[in-house]
């Protein structure tokens, strides 16, 4: 077999539907697992169905799904219990996102699931986590981005309700699974058992809350939208130049000199009300001013290479277009392709976990049509 | 040995500082690898300096390094640098975040420490990673968000450039390199090889950008900010009641269907305009009129029971104080203690991987004073 990454060997069986099963089996099937996506036969995926589309197909579905197979099983059917009862003794990882309660419902509980497979690591995420009053509430992205905190501390000072504008509710929760049951395929190959990962996306979101918590625990002050500035750190946020916003960071006290230099100012920097990191936060909106005040007077890319040439830490705020566009995103190889039959050359975000001594190719298998690995599965639990 | 999380038994060698590295390394520890934090002698991780501080201790530092050990060593001292080499001879995974040039500058780069211990994994987080052009420029969370793209579609159309409230830049990346690491330890497992794990802090907004990139590709349309709206579901995002804003979620016709039956609005979901997720799409200022019209008759809490109580995904848009005293995070264990002996008891994040046959302890181990293991460090070498 030949060695496409450090995950090689281990088959998931992936009941997963949208977004948060998915992405943690996207990042497995790119580390060299192998993923059979187990789909309901009428529509499969729920995301096949969501746009945008591409001669049909769903260009959110392939680009979370690529180097996947797909077999549709009907788990009222006892011919298809027993095909997915022989993938569940013959598989290492089981992931699925439903709502708590519905496995037990289709007789797939825990207790069942390592019945079939003692050594099976079952990877459960949900809005909620098992546990818990909340647990069997219904909760997408959008609820746990509101519920988690999340939400109370993006937008704009006094703006309205402001969503992160990825489902990073959805796809934190995906990459705490993957690190909970690879940590469990660690512990099962020195102790032959199997466990049962359980991830709240709600967890999840108050699990990246990083220094809020501790400004509201310490402070006894409710963290606020700060629009782009840093709570702690000045100058640390966006500025206008005199066409594109830009960029610039310069979290200590010699990046904060260089920027000054290099930009010409030397009395912003010996401003004693900029003296301290702690004034300069204290005095942002002075500050900001002030810098912009010379900013403004040239163009944003001028300023990239003038600032960036100081060794202050600074860069666009690009695009969509711009990030697919990049140079370095490219020579990363962060947007790789997959030839699917009916869309063509696909093109989507590709892995960033890059391991010595395996290839990161360009190219992906394109994600599967519903049901079309059937035999190849069949003939997995044959051997 | 008690068996508190399922990566006891290994251990990690930390040269990581402030958030990327010390997030990994975090999740490791709280999965119950041993973490052995390698500071600089003069003030140790910069994080112990960021505020804000509980009698003289860092909120931030404590919250990313609880549960972890530290040794201070002097890299340059031919004393210090052979009990660093002891460390990763001994150790099983290694991480840090500087620049990349850095470790070899120090005389570690990665052909080094495979020398010294073959079986080692190296985990190298950095801005732009190790490969490409932009490979040695400086970067923060703040610099890559704007580069990424998340930045071009968060905040209010039309607003201010609005970062993401807390630091996903750095967070994911940690995330990703926690992936990539066990992975790796996996692989070692079978092979016998330790490798490299190279993750970059920008190729990990760009794999967060969800359907974006997919917009973009598929429609041509560049993406924008749309407040708290989803760009492709809708009712998805926050409504305005008589009180609070709050979150409705009605991903599908059956739950859009519930959604103005709960409301007493069926004159809503019987209207042709809205008569398909696309149409809502298209017409979703007036659908938000429509529904607000009436939801501004109540107070928030009356209509999340409503809404809730007719299943319809929904929630509150939770300040920082109220996502640390709710009943189901506190009952996840979501906010955890450690005990100070300075600070006293901090609460903080807890961890949101539960695994089976695990505890999940509420109160886990404060971080460490500077180089306050050094002796049951310099004992392990000796072992």
Chains 1, 2 share one sequence.
Request: glycine share 10%; hydrophobic share 40%.
């Amino acid at each position: 077999m030949t060695r496409t990454g450090p995950l090689n060997g281990l088959t998931v069986i992936d009941m997963s539907r949208v977004l948060a099963g998915p992405y943690a089996t996207m990042v497995l099937a790119d580390l060299g697992a192998r993923v059979i996506k187990v789909e309901i036969p009428d529509g499969g995926d729920d995301a096949r169905h969501f746009g945008p589309f591409v001669n049909g197909k769903s260009a959110y579905f392939m680009s979370l799904n690529r180097g996947k197979e797909s077999i549709a099983l009907d788990l009222k059917s006892p011919e298809d219990r027993a095909t997915f009862e022989g993938l569940v003794v013959s598989g290492d990882i089981l992931v699925e996102n439903y709502r708590p309660g519905t496995m037990e419902k289709l007789g797939y509980g825990w207790e069942r699931l390592s019945e079939l497979n003692p050594k099976l690591i079952y990877g459960a995420i949900s809005g909620f986590g098992h546990t818990g009053p909340y647990r069997t509430r219904a909760a997408y992205d959008m609820v746990v981005q509101g519920m988690g905190g999340i939400m109370s501390v993006t937008g704009q000072p006094g703006s309205e309700p402001t969503r992160v504008g990825t489902s990073v509710g959805d796809i934190t929760a995906g990459l705490f699974g993957v690190a909970g049951i690879l940590s469990a395929v660690i512990d099962r190959e020195r102790t032959g058992k199997g466990a049962m990962v359980d991830v709240g996306m709600l967890d999840c979101q108050v699990a990246i809350l990083e220094n809020a918590i501790g400004r509201y625990l310490g402070e006894g002050k409710i963290p606020e939208p700060l629009g782009s500035r840093h709570p702690s750190i000045t100058p640390f946020e966006a500025f206008a130049t005199k066409d594109e916003n830009i960029i610039i960071a310069a979290g200590n006290e010699a990046l904060f000199e260089r920027l000054c230099q290099a930009i010409a100012r030397p009395d912003i920097s010996s401003d004693a009300e900029f003296a301290s990191n702690d004034l300069r936060t204290k005095n942002h909106a002075r500050l900001k001013h002030e810098l912009e005040t010379t900013l403004c007077t040239r163009n944003a890319s001028e300023w990239l290479k003038v600032i960036g040439d100081a060794g202050v830490p600074c860069g666009p705020i690009n695009n969509i277009k711009q990030v697919v566009e990049d140079e370095h995103v490219n020579a990363r190889n962060m947007i790789i392709t997959t030839e699917d039959a009916e869309a063509g050359t696909v093109r989507m975000a590709g892995n960033p976990i890059k391991i010595s001594g395996f290839e990161d190719p360009s190219e992906r298998k394109a994600a599967p049509d519903l049901d079309a690995d059937r035999q190849a599965v069949v003939d997995l639990l044959s051997d």
